[in-house]
T-cell receptor, first 114, second 113 residues
């Protein structure tokens, strides 16, 4: 398995609180991604990074921010959690998606906002 | 923007029967194509991918997929379903020079004993 660790694996939080999810890789891949998975929607891209301090928005970025201060770490922050952000969050990494390289996925973080 | 359509959110087959999961993409330029599998409470694992060359691609666990440019399709097949194939399957595409993958909404495969 690719060296991707997501933490925490499960979290329950209250509406309005900030939450940070962490993704750590040991593969030295350039690209890192945060997806959310919801029934009927498949995987939707939240944000991605193409290098240290280089990030861009995905299709469902509202309410989320990211940071990448080191190659190996990519943080996803929900500034003020809402119930609509209850989901399973996946981190993924890739070396060169534009040249056909596949993405490798972490085990996911199940977030419940109550 | 690239888009991926997976026909059928749920597919049921009998054990030993043919598995056919459908995927169509929107790009007019042949993209890179992927199939992933997700078992319960796990992340996604790559089954197979098409980049260039032979249009029939073989993957793990006996699965294969054929890239058909004229039909903009990349359907996944397996001649004989096994109980362990029960999972959710995702088709994904990426364009040359792109920064990310676009995923379909997934197909949940049930295998009936």
């Amino acid at each position: 398995d690719a060296g991707i660790t997501q933490s925490p694996r499960h979290k329950v939080t209250e509406t309005g609180t900030p939450v940070t999810l962490r993704c750590h890789q040991t593969e030295n891949h350039r690209y890192m991604y945060w997806y959310r998975q919801d029934p009927g929607h498949g995987l939707r891209l939240i944000h991605y990074s193409y290098g240290v301090k280089d990030t861009d928005k995905g299709e469902v970025s509202d309410g989320y921010s990211v940071s990448r201060s080191k190659t190996e770490d990519f943080l996803l922050t929900l500034e003020s959690a809402t119930s609509s952000q209850t989901s399973v969050y996946f981190c993924a990494i890739s070396d060169s998606p534009g040249q056909g390289a596949e993405a490798f996925f972490g085990q996911g973080t199940r977030l419940t906002v109550v | 923007a690239q888009s991926v359509t997976q026909l059928g959110s749920h597919v049921s087959v009998s054990e030993g029967a043919l598995v056919l999961l459908r995927c169509n993409y929107s790009s007019s330029v042949p993209p890179y194509l992927f199939w992933y599998v997700q078992y319960p409470n796990q992340g996604l694992q790559l089954l197979l991918k098409y980049t260039t060359g032979a249009t029939l691609v073989k993957g793990i666990n006996g699965f294969e997929a054929e890239f058909k440019k004229s039909e903009t399709s990349f359907h996944l097949t397996k001649p004989s379903a096994h109980m362990s194939d029960a999972a959710e399957y995702f088709c994904a595409v990426s364009d040359a020079g792109a920064n990310n993958l676009f995923f379909g909404t997934g197909t949940r495969l049930t295998v009936i004993p």
